[in-house]
């Protein structure tokens, strides 16, 4: 069994131990490096990180000293800083208290590497907005690169199951930070071009722009540019920007913002569907009433069409009536007229045609009459 000592410190002691250590020891000093994620508080204290190729630590810089730098170091900038080393208490971190920051006359190097890769991608046109890529309106399957233990993940399923729970999410695993982070998410943007989905989804949640290096790999970049379906970026927190953020066609503020990019609201769909199944209704019953209105002036206006048509052909029938009436031979015997005939009924036209003692019939308006020739 492993002994105690005498004293035993508890967790509050040894770190007001070791600050007193870190104060007691070390003087305030000069250190050079590239500030990073630099934040002016409303209280007018500056936190931020300083960093080189290795190494990077806390800083704080109070009020009493922001005041006189001016304006907050833009990320990528190379300062001298002067301070003291000490250990804030509360939560055991190491810090550097600022109290003097002097850029110096270069930028830093990993801010050059960044801009570098910048200069080839846009040169390259892939920061065009023209080669944007709409999100689908109703995405069924989404691809998701990002670590399986990340907070992105959990704040991505939660939002996608909340607003459309048919929906199927594709994990792609891959390192979104450390050694070998850009290699995976590079491998991981090719086999989504192998999947069938409907969108992709890259991130992880928030950190400092160490933590979100792999993001601005030149490789990553062009990986996500290749995929074949449209990509929502959604990288660390809202200020946080990558380059994946310029070269995908949506830029997410955050994983769960990215979420409700991808995936349509169930109960706004529905409500959409209720006002267009209203407003379908009502166009079908105006256009029902429209359809019987025109069928009634329709009618209406063949029902004329057939009376003028049947006055017409009355008229026309009365006329030749008329004049068929007219030329009846009726009509000419009623004036006077009679039409002899032979027993045959053949019609008398000349003297010669009547014989001596010859019968024949005379046929007169009201009638015939049996006569006879007379025999000379």
Not at 85 to 102: A, I, S
Not at 202 to 224: S, Y
Not at 283 to 288: E, I, N
Request: proline content about 4%.
């Amino acid at each position: 069994m492993i002994g105690l000592s005498s004293e035993v410190l508890s967790v509050s002691q040894l770190a007001g131990a070791v600050k007193l250590l870190l104060e007691d020891t070390m003087q305030p000093l000069w250190v050079r490096g590239e500030v990073t994620g630099c934040k002016a508080w409303s209280s007018g204290h500056w936190y931020f990180t300083l960093r080189d190729a290795h190494a990077q630590m806390r800083c704080c810089m109070w009020r009493t000293y922001s005041q006189r730098a001016g304006r907050p170091p833009a990320d990528g900038t190379a300062v001298y800083a002067f301070g003291r080393p000490t250990l804030y208490e509360g939560k055991g971190d190491f810090q550097f208290l600022v109290q003097r920051l002097l850029p110096t006359a270069a930028v830093g190097d990993q801010q050059l590497r960044l801009e570098r890769v910048k200069a080839a991608l846009a040169a390259d046109g892939l920061f065009d907005v023209a080669r944007k890529r709409p999100l689908p309106r109703c995405a069924e399957r989404v691809a998701l690169v990002t670590s399986t233990d990340g907070a992105a993940l959990r704040d991505i399923v939660t939002v996608a199951g909340k607003r459309w729970p048919s929906a199927t999410l594709l994990v792609v695993a891959s390192r979104v930070q450390g050694e070998g982070a850009a290699r995976d998410l590079v491998a991981a943007l090719r086999l989504v071009n192998r999947l069938a989905v409907d969108l992709c989804i890259v991130g992880r949640g928030g950190g400092d722009q160490l933590d979100l290096a792999a993001f601005n790999d030149e490789a990553v970049c062009r990986a996500l540019a290749a995929v074949r379906v449209p990509t929502v970026s959604a990288v660390g927190h809202e200020t946080d920007v990558s380059l994946t953020d310029l070269v995908a066609d949506v830029r997410a503020a955050t994983p769960s913002a990215a979420a409700e990019l991808a995936f349509a609201d169930v109960v706004e769909v529905r409500r959409q569907v209720y006002q267009l199944g209203g407003r379908l209704a009502r166009s079908l019953g105006r256009r029902a009433e429209l359809l019987e209105e025109r069928l009634a002036r329709a009618g209406d206006r063949l029902e004329a069409a057939v009376d003028q048509r049947l006055s017409a052909l009355r008229h026309r029938g009365d006329r030749l009536g008329a004049e068929l009436d007219a030329l009846s031979p009726l009509r000419v015997l009623e004036r006077g007229y009679a039409v002899p005939r032979d027993a045959t009924g053949r019609v008398l036209r000349r003297r010669a045609d009547f014989a001596p003692g010859a019968p024949f019939s005379l046929r007169v308006s009201d009638g015939v009459v049996p006569s006879q020739v007379s025999k000379e």
